[in-house]
């Protein structure tokens, strides 16, 4: 009988503690991770599809950070999708991430990644300028990924 008691009582405990967290769940990192470059991918492909300033505003936290080069921190969707305004419509950003990390916590992550800026020079002329750049990355309350922060930088042509 005291053993049956002392296996409930544990039992109950055990219960409690795994609840205590509230929302807690198992994270796996390596899906996390590969959730968070799936996320950046399609990210870039809709700036592809639908332009920067699009891509850029629905792939963003509320408060979300752009750090452009040159240039103050631009704070919230609606400041980084005007980031893009005066952008003509042809130049075009191609990016792809190479690394991605998530916290044990499974709500926080980064990507790397390498990126082309395909533009025309004052006379005209294309350029291709190259970079890399570096998105943090927050598990929304809904448990979509959203970057609050975006810091880029320009590299030379890749070999």
């Excluded at 631009?74 to 990390?101: C, H, N, S």
């Excluded at 990507?111 to 890399?132: C, M, N, Q």
Aim: with cysteine; aromatic share 8%.
């Amino acid at each position: 009988m005291r053993r049956a008691i002392i296996v409930a009582l544990v039992a109950t405990l055990a219960a409690g503690c795994s609840s205590a967290g509230g929302d807690y769940r198992a994270v796996d990192l390596e899906v996390e991770k590969a959730a968070v470059i799936r996320i950046d991918t399609e990210f870039s492909k809709m700036a592809q599809e639908r332009g920067l300033a699009e891509a850029f505003a629905t792939y963003a936290a509320p408060d979300a950070t752009m750090m452009p080069m040159n240039q103050n921190p631009v704070l919230g969707r609606e400041l980084i999708r005007g980031q893009f305004a005066d952008m003509p419509q042809e130049t075009k950003l191609l990016w792809k991430p190479f690394a991605a990390d998530v916290a044990k916590s499974g709500d926080l992550g980064y990507t790397l990644g390498t990126y082309e800026l395909h533009t025309k020079e004052a006379d005209g002329r294309p350029v291709t300028r190259y970079g890399k750049y570096c998105s943090v990355w927050r598990k929304q309350a809904d448990r979509t990924w959203k970057w609050v922060v975006d810091i880029g930088n320009a590299s030379p042509e890749p070999k």
